[in-house]
């Protein structure tokens, strides 16, 4: 029996080496990893941009606010 079993895993083994490991872990793990990141990547990016634009806005509003209102 331990044999047999021996031999199958053998045979399973010869029918697979065929199979290029290497492109199905690239097609099943590294590219959908690699397009997750460069979404996320363009994303924060994106956001960041808003963000400091935003923080330019606010900046330059306050500084003609104070001008106006605050002249001591």
Known sequence: MKTELLNEFYLLQQSMASVNYDEVIEDRVYMPVRKVNKKMTSWIS?????LMNLDVKLNSS????RKKYLNF
Do not use: F, I, V
């Open 46 to 50: 994106e956001r960041g941009r808003m």
């Open 62 to 65: 306050l500084k003609y606010l």
